[in-house]
């Protein structure tokens, strides 16, 4: 039944998009706002904010972390010295919490951090929501005990590209690999503001895993506001992700490590120099 709850929940946010979508280019198709578009635009707006705030078993992620309530399943799943550094991570950030996603994905652990430390999937498989970003530049590997840090130069092509609505065209953003189970992505804003999102890669099963995706922003905007536009683009790149993750679970490791060699790569190459011999990947026999 939670499972069924969640389906439904999942399905209403890009209908609700959709017909955000779809009043606001008739608007725009008409260079004229009415009464009655505008209120159908707000109608929808306020429907989507409704149904994010109702989501089956709305409870942070960051909020669980913290108060010890969701780790048996981290637990029975990760080394502790792994569990504490994403703790006091997310706790360092728990002021700025914005919005938590927890999805149970049919793909192994594997396909999910090897996609997270691609940077060349921010152009491939994020085409469209991020509207032809474009990486660049990409600095040295810094590597830590656990994993390390990579910062890259992002330009934004399109002289309409949304994201320019807080960000600057060209920005350094910084890829953090914290643990085998724990990714960091750090996007720049202006002000010098920032949006962090946070991966914690749960394995299930030989051929499943959990995502759990925090944001975190210190933008000075409305928080219901952000916390809708979070949503609705945290939930547009996992759309977007799915085939591209069902295509790397045809592909061996031994095919994933090769490609590997390249400066976008230079993070998993870190992450399979680390924990190649690890029991999170000892299992792991991508068909």
């Known amino acids: 039944m939670a499972r069924l709850k969640s389906f439904i929940w999942l399905v209403g946010i890009p209908l609700c998009i959709f017909g955000m979508l779809d009043r ?3 608007i725009f198709a008409d260079n004229y706002v009415s009464f009655t578009e505008f209120s159908q635009v707000f109608v929808i ?3 989507l904010l409704i149904w994010l705030y109702l989501k089956p078993g709305n409870l942070s992620v960051a909020e669980e972390v913290a108060g010890q309530g969701y780790l048996t399943n981290l637990i029975e799943n990760q080394d502790k010295l792994y569990l ?4 006091t991570r997310m706790l360092e950030l728990k002021d700025y919490h914005l919005i938590s996603q927890r999805h149970i994905l049919p793909f192994p652990y594997l396909c999910q951090i090897y996609h997270l430390l691609n940077l060349k999937h921010l152009e491939m498989v994020h085409s469209f929501s991020l509207n032809d970003l474009k990486v660049v530049e990409v600095g040295h590997l810094r590597p830590t005990r ?3 840090a990579l910062k890259f130069k992002t330009i934004l092509d399109s002289p309409l590209n949304v994201l320019k609505i807080w960000r600057q065209p060209t920005a350094e953003a910084e890829l953090v690999l914290h643990t085998p189970y724990t990714i960091e992505l750090k996007v720049p804003a202006y002000g010098n503001k920032r949006i962090i999102v946070i991966f914690n890669v749960v394995p ?5 895993h959990e995502l759990l995706i925090d944001i975190y922003s210190n933008l000075g905007w ?7 536009l979070l949503h609705a683009a945290s939930y547009l790149t996992l759309y977007e992700d799915l085939p591209y993750l069902a295509r ?3 592909k061996s490791f031994a095919t994933l490590t090769k490609a590997s060699s390249h400066e976008t790569m230079s993070l998993f190459k870190r992450f399979v120099d680390l924990y190649s011999s690890h029991s999170c990947l000892a299992t792991e026999a991508l068909g």
Do not use: F, N, Y
């Open 24 to 26: 606001g280019i008739s």
């Open 45 to 47: 707006s306020l429907l």
């Open 84 to 87: 504490s550094a994403a703790q």
């Open 146 to 148: 656990l994993g390390g």
């Open 204 to 208: 299930i099963s030989h051929k499943e």
């Open 222 to 228: 409305p928080k219901s506001l952000l916390q809708v």
């Open 248 to 250: 790397l679970s045809q």
